[in-house]
């Protein structure tokens, strides 16, 4: 028997959004520095900060742009400025962290399974206060709430075009960790973000 949906309250979303960007950006650094790849605008972000030595969080700001006016038109602007906000904060973290904490060696393997499972985890508090981190999740979940498709299987569909992308920028093991990486996160959607499961509708 489905649950009945929950109302989030303002302050609900709002931490929600601190927490799911906070976790989505310390998985972004571990990737980083591992050198390997997410999916989704995330990691068209990271080719391209990859290949040119840019910084990742404005290059992700900008890359993100187009999107918002798919989440306007067919989610919701609610859902389209707490996407927004999650975007924001995650680009400002992620340019941010090293300023804080200095990290060392990280292996790829370990990037692939922490950095997917916070990024994972991240994205599915952000989908379940209607927002995401922008690009292919805004796809996915107008998908899933569209037509019930699993929004952890879209997001895999797409993360795969961008890591055949990959290998003309990374190292083929590098990229093997970042499919492994993916496929960390996608489970972590599909398991837990299901139609009928779990259903959070903020209040007016």
């Known amino acids: 028997m489905d649950s009945p949906q929950i109302r989030h309250r303002t302050h609900e979303d709002v931490l929600a959004i601190l927490l799911g960007s906070a976790c989505a950006a310390l998985g972004v650094v571990l990737y980083q520095h591992a050198e390997i790849l997410i999916g989704s605008t995330a990691g068209i972000s990271l080719l391209i900060s990859y290949a040119t030595g840019w910084p990742f969080g404005p290059v992700f700001f900008v890359v993100n742009l187009p999107f918002y006016w798919l989440a306007w038109q067919r989610i919701g602007h609610q859902f389209t400025l707490k996407t ?44 379940r206060h209607r927002g995401s981190l922008g690009g292919f999740n805004i796809l996915a979940l ?47 959607l599909t398991l837990n973000h299901r139609p009928g499961r779990y259903t959070g509708v903020s209040r007016s």
């Open 84 to 127: 927004f906000a999650a975007i924001a904060l995650l680009s400002w973290l992620s340019w941010h962290i090293a300023d804080w904490i200095e990290i060392g060696k990280v292996t790829p393997l370990f990037a692939a399974l922490m950095g997917g499972a916070l990024i994972g985890l991240g994205v599915l508090s952000l989908f």
């Open 142 to 188: 107008h998908l899933h709430d569209r037509y019930g498709w699993s929004a952890g299987k879209v997001q895999l569909a797409l993360d795969g075009l961008v890591m055949l992308a990959a290998f003309a920028v990374l190292p083929v093991s590098n990229v093997l960790y970042s499919i492994l990486g993916a496929a960390v996160l996608s489970g972590i």
